[in-house]
């Protein structure tokens, strides 16, 4: 079974990263990865989209064999990073089955502006997603 549990960081209200912190945050936002062997694929769809600032908001997750082709053999656990600060979401979400591959996760809140890296652990694999928060 997917269960999908998230957790995340994040980096100052405009955006700054500290003196301290490296700063690799992509230019544009991408919802969707393959595993290198293209066995895997993961996508996301945010509710509502673009994710708000603050404000709770869920993720409709897709867990496939980049052909189409449904996948529910593996557990996945995901985690929101602010790589910039080092901190977790202030929210615990959850996340449930909807079939066919196919999981939402409720309860979300990115309480500070910038960049999160969302990350799906699953079957072997680890799916990174670069979120730009909120704009």
Do not use: N
Not at 5 to 34: F, H
Not at 122 to 127: H, S, T
């Amino acid at each position: 079974m997917l269960a999908l549990v998230l957790a995340a960081c994040g980096s100052g209200s405009d955006g700054s990263s500290s003196s301290t912190a490296v700063s690799d945050a992509p230019a544009a936002d991408v919802r969707e990865w393959q595993s290198a062997d293209g066995l895997r694929c993961v996508g996301y769809t945010p509710t509502p989209d673009p994710i708000p600032f603050d404000a709770l908001f869920s993720l409709e997750w897709t867990v496939d064999d980049c052909q189409g082709g449904a996948l529910e053999d593996a557990e996945w656990v995901v985690d929101a990073q602010m790589p910039d600060h080092s901190h977790g979401m202030t929210v615990t979400p959850v996340s449930q089955p909807a079939g066919d591959g196919a999981w939402v996760t409720e309860g979300l809140l990115f309480h500070m502006e910038g960049w999160w890296r969302l990350t799906a652990e699953g079957g072997g694999q680890v799916a990174e997603f670069d979120i730009t928060c909120c704009s």
